[in-house]
């Protein structure tokens, strides 16, 4: 009766418990001394619940009473987002680098070949599909990329509040309803708080969500919310002037259409001279 009574009072004063077991694809288990009695006395006086994700299997041990929710895996259903769960727990368990994604992309574009009707080993193609795996991954190496890696520092202090504008920076993206290439010119504004952005950051800041999948509404407010953590301004605009080749080259054909989206932020949005005065400046050669 001691003994029971000793479990009970290390699961009261115990959080919730992760147990790590070996499934199929070679997970190692990683449980420690208290965990092994967590796990034995959950049997009677806990509860256990159990979820897959991507072949992994993970165990949430605890008291009845106790939040599992924030131990759900995001690395195993959502990509490249991080897991601090396996960081902490299986410091082997790690996203694939997209050097190591060649084999299986060049191995689809391959079959794209063959279902086009073309022979994949004709001479013209034998290296096609290893080309196109690695362009894909640098048209789209902006997932490999964050906002803190890319300012590296950058933000100074600085007396001014006047309007910085950076205007005509190239973007190259690709679209995500039919994966073929749209480009063409972005324009930042922001009104500095005593802070202020390394000026050639601003393109990075575009290259980042500019290569990716995306669509160019979505793109244009990624990069205004992007300055806006940065420096934290007074407001931020953001103007995308695009040419989608998703509409040169099919369906309607139109060779000469361009698709301008904007984002304003702050004063940019509130205050309508500010706005103008922004404008006018993007559009004034």
Same mark, same amino acid.
Not at 96 to 104: C, H, I, S
Not at 179 to 202: E, M
């Given at each position: 009766? &001691?003994?029971?009574?000793?479990?009970? #009072?290390?699961?009261?004063?115990?959080?919730?418990t992760?147990?790590?077991?070996?499934?199929?694809?070679g997970?190692?288990?990683?449980i420690?001394?208290?965990?092994?009695?967590?796990?034995?006395?959950?049997?009677?006086?806990?509860?256990?619940?159990?979820? !897959?994700?991507?072949g992994?299997?993970?165990s949430?041990?605890?008291?009845?009473?106790?939040?599992?929710?924030?131990?759900?895996? !995001?690395?195993?259903?959502?990509?490249?987002?991080?897991?601090?769960?396996?960081?902490? @727990?299986?410091? *082997?368990?790690?996203p694939?680098?997209?050097?190591?994604?060649?084999? *299986?992309m060049?191995?689809?574009?391959?079959? @794209?070949?063959?279902? @086009?009707?073309?022979?994949?080993?004709?001479?013209?193609?034998?290296?096609?599909?290893?080309?196109?795996?690695?362009?894909? @991954?640098?048209?789209?190496?902006?997932?490999?990329?964050?906002l803190?890696?890319?300012?590296?520092?950058?933000?100074?202090?600085?007396?001014?509040?006047?309007?910085?504008?950076?205007?005509?920076?190239?973007?190259?993206?690709?679209c995500?309803?039919h994966?073929?290439?749209?480009?063409? !010119?972005?324009?930042?504004?922001?009104?500095?708080?005593? &802070?202020?952005?390394?000026?050639?950051?601003?393109a990075?800041?575009?290259?980042?969500?500019?290569r990716?999948?995306?669509? #160019?509404?979505?793109?244009?407010? #990624?990069?205004?919310?992007?300055?806006?953590?940065?420096? #934290?301004?007074?407001?931020?605009?953001?103007?995308?002037?695009?040419?989608?080749?998703?509409?040169?080259?099919?369906?309607?054909?139109?060779?000469?259409s361009?698709?301008?989206?904007s984002?304003?932020?702050?004063?940019?949005?509130?205050?309508? !001279?500010?706005?103008?005065?922004?404008?006018?400046?993007?559009?004034? &050669?």
């Open positions: 009766m &001691k003994q029971v009574n000793e479990v009970e #009072q290390r699961q009261q004063h115990t959080t919730t992760f147990v790590m077991e070996t499934t199929n694809n997970h190692e288990t990683m420690s001394d208290q965990q092994q009695l967590m796990s034995h006395s959950s049997a009677t006086n806990g509860s256990r619940l159990s979820s !897959k994700t991507s992994l299997h993970l949430f041990v605890g008291n009845a009473n106790e939040s599992v929710g924030s131990a759900f895996c !995001k690395q195993c259903q959502i990509g490249h987002e991080n897991c601090t769960f396996h960081h902490d @727990l299986e410091l *082997d368990h790690k694939p680098t997209r050097e190591a994604l060649l084999p *299986d060049a191995r689809s574009y391959r079959l @794209l070949l063959g279902g @086009l009707g073309e022979n994949p080993d004709r001479q013209g193609l034998i290296k096609t599909p290893e080309r196109a795996a690695k362009a894909m @991954l640098f048209f789209t190496k902006g997932y490999d990329q964050s803190e890696d890319v300012l590296n520092g950058a933000v100074f202090d600085e007396d001014h509040d006047e309007m910085v504008v950076v205007k005509d920076i190239e973007m190259f993206s690709m995500e309803h994966l073929v290439p749209f480009y063409g !010119k972005v324009s930042i504004g922001y009104l500095p708080c005593n &802070k202020i952005l390394g000026l050639s950051k601003l990075r800041i575009v290259e980042i969500f500019s990716r999948l995306q669509v #160019q509404e979505r793109l244009t407010k #990624q990069i205004a919310v992007a300055v806006t953590q940065a420096v #934290q301004p007074a407001g931020v605009a953001v103007v995308v002037e695009g040419v989608h080749m998703c509409m040169v080259m099919r369906g309607v054909q139109k060779i000469n361009k698709t301008v989206t984002t304003m932020l702050g004063v940019f949005r509130d205050d309508p !001279k500010t706005r103008e005065e922004f404008l006018n400046l993007v559009n004034s &050669k």
